[in-house]
């Protein structure tokens, strides 16, 4: 009987057979369904992640854009006048592969644009791009003679130039922009990205060299014209200050002369005017530190010692802190001592008058401000002491910037409380050891004699759209509170008569309620007086019992006559002189 044996050496061959093929199978299937992987992620990175790119760049090789430059906003005075406007111009444009004849064509454009032949030619001919920009902002009658040539490859787009229609009005207040547009300065460049708008372009189709197709599509991008802007300025009183400093910048042979003009009640500049000046049609862009110099707003980004116009700070505290109860304060009938010298410290502070002709004899706070008498202000000073004077000097915003809507704003210098010895205290007290801005000190004195309200100064009040929507509203900013409205009462009347009786002499305008201050400062170098180098002042209102126009005066370094009441006060008047008839404002007494 014979018996079949299943399995042995036959078996165990077959199945290690069948265990690699499917091994190999297996391999074969994971290795096809990696390259499915790949293919499909390459695809999926290719067609989702990178295909706007590869559109990009596929629109960008089959086709050629002209750009269409969006109109940069104008701005304008707070009643509509166009401080800043747009000329229609264009750039030239040439597309190389596209041009036949080299040599013509840079002589016609040499010619017609006023440009060297022997440089158009190798801009053309050497340049390694396929496009070259020829020239920017070209007249259009020059425009109109290149396209009677009718040259391939020669394109053109609107790019706008940059035009003032009052050249040196306000050169340090606008600001210019670039060639290309952009603001560089002034408000040009605070409200740059309100100003400029969205360009937008032209694109046509082009072969692989980037000659235009024939009858090929374009498809145009429209641009976005940028907001218009309506500032505080009153272009009128602008006038008035420019003429006023530039008689005052000639006669005085000074190193220069600001003046501006505020509203106490909302904080809005109505002028600012700085000489000397410069053309923002005929900007010295060859000349950077002219250009630096002459661009340069002083009345917001310099400081200098206040002197004497400062003392509107000290009495208002003064009278503050008496109307509070603080039996430091002096009363407002007090009368200080007629002795010509303070001592403090072992250092003497003395005033500018000889006190001889007994106008310093027993004066009160009024009588000081009348005569500016330096040790009565000391008085004050030492006697309210450190911490309530630095109470009011930060009230008043000193040693921060105001925050007005320009940029580069000085924060001035204000000694720290901490460092600060009585000699410091003293002199303080009446506008040394001191530097604040020009914009500082219209806006603190505001804030005193407008009923004590210090309001943010600011130039531009609205943003809008060529078509005359409102995009933004700027209305006044209340930032606190200095002073009470009686101790403001009370300082006006005080700074009234400072006009009508006292040193302000000279600013006094028959019929009409204007007050003010003198100041006169010794400048210094280096830790030392400088001989014969003052800086001559006047802040003076009208009227004084409801201001609606507050003008600081400052003449840095006259040449021969100094003080604050001869050199500053008599522009003050003449400006005011030209409001009240601008805007007809009957008289008041």
């Given at each position: ?487 403001s009462s009370i300082i006006n009347q005080m700074l009234e008569s400072v006009v009508a009786e006292g040193s302000g002499k000279q600013a006094y305008i028959e019929g009409y309620r204007v007050a003010g201050k003198t100041g006169t400062a010794q400048k210094y170098y280096n830790g030392v007086i400088a001989q014969g180098k003052y800086v001559s002042s006047f802040v003076g209102y009208f009227p004084a019992n409801n ?43």
């Amino acid at each position: 009987m014979y018996y079949t044996k299943t399995g042995g050496k036959s078996g165990i061959k077959n199945e290690f057979s069948i265990t690699i093929l499917r091994k190999r199978l297996f391999a074969i299937v994971l290795a096809i369904t990696f390259l499915f992987l790949f293919v499909f992620g390459r695809l999926f990175y290719v067609q989702v992640i990178w295909g706007k790119d590869l559109q990009t760049k596929a629109i960008d090789q089959w086709t050629r854009e002209i750009p269409v430059v969006a109109n940069r906003g104008k701005i304008v005075d707070v009643n509509g006048v166009v401080l800043a406007d747009n000329l229609d111009t264009y750039t030239v444009f040439v597309r190389k592969s596209a041009v036949k004849d080299f040599e013509t064509l840079s002589s016609v454009l040499s010619k017609t644009l006023e440009m060297d032949k022997t440089y158009v030619y190798d801009r053309l001919t050497k340049t390694v791009s396929s496009e070259v920009t020829v020239k920017k902002q070209v007249e259009k009658d020059k425009i109109d003679a290149l396209l009677e040539h009718g040259f391939d490859g020669v394109y053109y787009s609107r790019d706008n130039s940059r035009v003032y229609p009052y050249n040196q009005l306000l050169s340090t207040v606008l600001g210019f922009t670039s060639t290309d547009g952009k603001g560089q300065s002034g408000v040009e460049l605070y409200y740059d990205k309100y100003l400029a708008g969205q360009n937008g372009e032209i694109l046509y189709e082009t072969d692989i060299v980037g000659k235009e197709i024939e009858n090929g599509s374009a498809s145009y991008i429209p641009a976005t014209n940028g907001f218009n802007l309506k500032l505080t300025i009153d272009y009128d009183i602008q006038q008035l200050c420019d003429t006023a400093m530039a008689e005052a910048y000639e006669i005085h042979k000074a190193k220069s002369a600001q003046m501006i003009v505020l509203d106490p009640q909302t904080g809005a500049i109505r002028a600012l005017s700085i000489k000397p000046d410069y053309n923002l049609n005929d900007i010295p862009r060859d000349d950077l530190s002219l250009l630096n110099s002459l661009s340069r707003n002083n009345i917001i980004c310099d400081v200098y010692e206040p002197g004497s116009t400062f003392k509107v700070l000290t009495s208002a505290a003064n009278v503050e802190e008496y109307l509070q109860g603080n039996p430091r304060a002096y009363s407002i009938e007090h009368v200080y001592s007629s002795a010509r010298y303070r001592y403090i410290d072992g250092q003497r502070v003395k005033c500018w008058s000889d006190h001889k002709n007994g106008k310093h004899a027993n004066l009160t706070l009024a009588g000081a401000l009348n005569n500016s008498c330096n040790p009565i202000f000391v008085d004050i000073a030492m006697s309210l002491g450190k911490e309530t004077m630095y109470k009011y000097i930060r009230a008043f915003n000193y040693g921060s910037v105001t925050g007005v809507d320009f940029g580069g704003e000085a924060q001035g210098m204000v000694l720290p409380q901490s460092a600060v010895q009585n000699v410091d205290l003293a002199r303080i007290a009446f506008g040394q050891t001191i530097a604040v801005t020009a914009l500082q000190l219209a806006a603190a004195t505001s804030s005193a004699i407008n009923g004590g309200n210090y309001f943010t100064p600011y130039l531009v009040s609205e943003i809008y759209t060529e078509e005359g929507l409102i995009a933004e509203k700027i209305e006044p900013t209340l930032k606190n509170k200095v002073i009470s409205e009686k101790a403001s009462s009370i300082i006006n009347q005080m700074l009234e008569s400072v006009v009508a009786e006292g040193s302000g002499k000279q600013a006094y305008i028959e019929g009409y309620r204007v007050a003010g201050k003198t100041g006169t400062a010794q400048k210094y170098y280096n830790g030392v007086i400088a001989q014969g180098k003052y800086v001559s002042s006047f802040v003076g209102y009208f009227p004084a019992n409801n201001p609606k126009y507050l003008a600081l005066v400052i003449i840095d370094e006259p040449v021969g006559q100094y003080y604050g009441s001869t050199v500053a006060a008599p522009y003050a008047k003449n400006v005011f002189e030209g409001i009240i008839n601008l805007k007809n404002i009957p008289a008041q007494l």
